[in-house]
C-alpha cells in the first residue's frame, strides 16, 4: 500500500513537462497549505525548496498532523515540485465571527497557479464554523475564499487556475470557484475537494447547473463521513483508505498507485447509515434548533478556556467539572433542544439500523426460496 509521500519518491524525479498534473499533485497541494507557515519566516515567492528546509527544524509535534512534516521533506527533495514559487500566504481566523480561514498560492510554472485552501484546523472555533454550515447560508470562511481567489486572479490575470482542499478547504474550494463571476470561472482548470461537505439545498439549487459544476470533482473515502455532510451535485469519486471509520478522513491514509488514487466501488454500509441519519436531522430540525443544539454545545467547551480540543483533554478532569457546570446554568429551553436532538439522532440512526436488518432478513428469505423453488423443479 502506498499513499502520497511514496508517490513523490515514485515521480517526484519528474517534471510537470515530462509528466502531466494529475490528482494526486492536486491532493498533495491541497495538503500544502496545512503545513505551518505561522513557525517559520515567510517570504512572498519563497520555493518550496526554501520552505522545506525552513521548516527542517520544526518538531514532528509542531506540525498539524502525523504525515505533513515528511511531506515538506519530501516535496523539497522532489525535482517535480522544489522549484515552485509560493506566495500570498493568509491566516486569518476570529473566534468573535466564528471564523478559520487560510490559503496558499502555488506557481506551478509561467502559465498555471494552484490556489490551496486549508481545511479544519485542531482549534474549537474551526470545527464550531464547520457546524455552523448546517444552520447558514454562508459562513466566513467562504465568503473570504471567494474574495482571495479574486485577489489572486486578479494579482496575476494571465495565469491559468486550479483550486483544491481537504477537509473544509474542500468546500470553500468549491464556493469560491462557484461564486466568482464567469471570467474567473472561465480561466479555472479544475476544482478538486478531497472529503470535503456540500451544501445545503439553497446553494446546491442554485449552483448545481451551473457549467462550472462540470470542473469540480469531489472525492471521498469509502467510510466517508464528513465530505456527506449536506449535499453534493458535482462528480463524486470514492478512494480507498486502508484506515477505519472516521480516521479514514487522513489524506494519508488514501492509497494511490502511480499517478491516482485507488478507488472503491461505493461506500460502506456505516457511512450510507451516518449519512441518512445526518441528512433526517437536517431535513426534520429548522435552522433556529440547529444554531441553538450547536452554540449550545460548543459554549460548554468554550467555557473550560481552551482554543483546541487537545488543550480540552489534557486537562479532562477540571474541564469536564467546568462543562457541567455550565450546562446546569443554561436555560431549561436550552437545555430541553439539546436533549431532544440527540434523542431524535439516536432515534434515527436506530432505525436505520433495523431498517437494514430487516431488508437484509427479506433479502435472505427471498434467496432461499428461489433456491427451494429451483430445487424442486429441478427434481420434478
Not at 498532523?65 to 515552485?84: A, H, P, Q, V
Not at 465568503?143 to 479574486?150: I, S, T
Not at 470553500?172 to 472561465?186: C, H, K, P
Request: glycine residues 4%; charged residues 30%.
Amino acid at each position: 500500500m502506498a499513499n502520497i509521500n511514496d508517490y513523490l519518491e515514485w515521480r517526484g524525479d519528474l517534471s510537470l513537462r515530462d509528466y502531466q498534473f494529475n490528482e494526486i499533485d492536486s491532493m498533495i497541494l491541497a495538503r500544502f497549505s496545512y503545513l505551518r507557515f505561522d513557525k517559520i519566516k515567510f517570504n512572498n515567492g519563497d520555493t518550496i525548496k526554501s520552505i522545506s528546509k525552513k521548516m527542517s527544524n520544526l518538531d514532528n509535534d509542531e506540525f498539524l498532523y502525523n504525515g505533513d512534516k515528511e511531506l515538506i521533506t519530501n516535496l523539497g527533495n522532489s525535482d517535480r515540485f522544489n522549484n515552485m514559487l509560493i506566495t500570498d500566504y493568509v491566516n486569518n481566523s476570529s473566534k468573535e465571527i466564528e471564523k478559520q480561514f487560510g490559503a496558499i498560492t502555488i506557481h506551478l510554472n509561467n502559465d498555471e497557479m494552484y490556489v490551496s485552501f486549508i481545511g479544519t484546523d485542531s482549534t474549537i472555533n474551526g470545527w464550531k464554523e464547520d457546524l455552523n454550515m448546517s444552520f447558514m447560508e454562508n459562513v466566513p470562511c467562504q465568503l473570504d475564499g471567494k474574495k482571495y481567489l479574486e485577489d489572486i486572479a486578479s494579482k496575476y490575470p494571465n495565469k491559468k487556475i486550479r483550486i483544491g482542499g481537504h477537509s473544509k478547504g474542500g468546500n470553500v474550494a468549491i464556493y469560491s470557484a462557484i461564486t466568482v463571476d464567469s471570467l474567473i470561472q472561465d480561466r479555472i482548470i479544475k476544482v478538486d475537494n478531497y472529503d470535503g461537505p456540500g451544501f445545503n439545498k439553497k446553494i446546491v439549487n442554485q449552483y448545481g447547473n451551473s457549467k462550472i459544476i462540470k470542473k469540480i470533482e469531489t472525492y471521498i473515502p469509502q467510510d466517508s463521513v464528513v465530505g456527506r455532510i449536506l449535499y453534493h451535485k458535482e462528480k463524486v469519486s470514492i478512494s480507498y483508505s486502508n484506515e477505519k471509520g472516521i480516521y479514514q478522513h487522513d489524506i494519508y491514509s488514501w492509497q494511490v498507485i502511480k499517478d491516482k488514487m485507488i478507488k472503491s466501488e461505493k461506500n460502506t454500509e456505516n457511512s450510507e447509515n451516518i449519512t441518512k441519519t445526518i441528512n433526517n436531522w437536517l431535513e426534520t430540525t429548522t435552522n433556529e434548533q440547529r444554531k441553538i443544539f450547536i452554540d449550545s454545545v460548543f459554549e460548554l467547551f468554550y467555557k473550560t478556556e481552551s482554543n483546541t480540543f487537545k488543550e480540552v483533554s489534557s486537562n479532562l478532569g477540571s474541564n469536564v467539572l467546568k462543562i457541567l457546570q455550565e450546562y446546569s446554568s443554561i436555560s431549561k429551553e436550552d437545555k430541553r433542544v439539546i436533549t431532544d436532538m440527540l434523542k431524535n439522532m439516536t432515534k434515527y440512526y436506530l432505525t436505520i439500523l433495523k431498517d437494514n436488518q430487516t431488508m437484509k432478513f427479506e433479502n435472505m428469505k427471498e434467496h432461499y426460496k428461489a433456491e427451494l423453488e429451483k430445487t424442486f423443479k429441478n427434481k420434478d
